[in-house]
T-cell receptor, first 117, second 109 residues
Framework: TAGITQAPTSQILAAGRSMTLRCTQD?????MYWYRQDLGLGLRLIHY???????GKGEVPDGYSVSRANTDDFPLTLASAVPSQTSVYFC????????????????FGEGSRLTVL | GQNIDQPTEMTATEGAIVQINCTYQ??????LFWYQQHAGEAPTFLSY??LDGLEEKGRFSSFLSRSKGYSYLLLKELQMKDSASYLC??????????WGAGTKLIIKP
């Protein structure tokens, strides 16, 4: 079973360039999330989507944008990358049966390691 | 502010028992999660506590005291494969997940 697939697994990007991290899930979960993980810090929420067609800002949304055109896909775009965006990015999903923001158990993709030079 | 505290690193011996503590200060509480993350891999769900007490699942148990803002993860009969980081996360009153930085557990033979 695929679960959540992220691409690319790693990327080196020049500062100022744009980049889209792709995330696809096959579990029909309604909620999806993008986190970044940096050494010594907890996972930090960038953006989330409780259902297709809606998105929301997390703790660290600046410099990132997302879209949720359908249930399965939740791409994360860096419009103009900066070195502080060097991180490991995790996409996650959850089956929020209440229809509200409660995350429930999160299922994570394998991560995308991004280096901005 | 909201805060989750966990020890940065712990070391234990194969076959032994280890307890990983987590204390939290959040605006409201709607449950506490423990996740396991092996180096270079994705976090995976271990346990969820919303009521006070102990939840046991095989070699792993998780305890919660809401009045003390405290939880622990207890790992018994440690195996080398248990070497990983253990992440504590709390759901606050807005149903947002607040994550601790994680505890790196090193298992020695």
């Amino acid at each position: 079973t695929a679960g959540i697939t992220q691409a690319p697994t790693s990327q080196i990007l020049a500062a100022g360039r744009s980049m889209t991290l792709r995330c696809t899930q096959d579990m029909r979960h309604n909620a999806m999330y993008w986190y970044r993980q940096d050494l010594g810090l907890g996972l930090r929420l960038i953006h989330y989507s409780n259902t297709a067609g809606t998105t929301g800002k997390g703790e660290v949304p600046d410099g990132y944008s997302v879209s949720r055109a359908n249930t399965d896909d939740f791409p994360l775009t860096l419009a103009s990358a900066v070195p502080s965006q060097t991180s490991v990015y995790f996409c996650a999903s959850s089956d929020s049966r209440t229809g509200g923001p409660f995350p429930g158990e999160l299922f994570f993709g394998e991560g995308s390691r991004l280096t901005v030079l | 502010g909201q805060n989750i505290d966990q020890p940065t690193e712990m070391t234990a011996t194969e076959g032994a028992i280890v307890q990983i503590n987590c204390t939290y200060q959040t605006s409201g509480f709607n449950g506490l999660f423990w996740y396991q993350q092996h180096a270079g891999e994705a976090p995976t769900f271990l346990s969820y506590n919303v009521l006070d007490g102990l939840e046991e699942k095989g070699r792993f148990s998780s305890f919660l005291s809401r009045s003390k803002g405290y939880s622990y993860l207890l790992l018994k009969e440690l195996q080398m494969k248990d070497s990983a980081s253990y992440l504590c996360a709390v759901t606050d009153s807005n149903y947002q997940l607040i994550w601790g930085a994680g505890t790196k557990l090193i298992i020695k033979p």
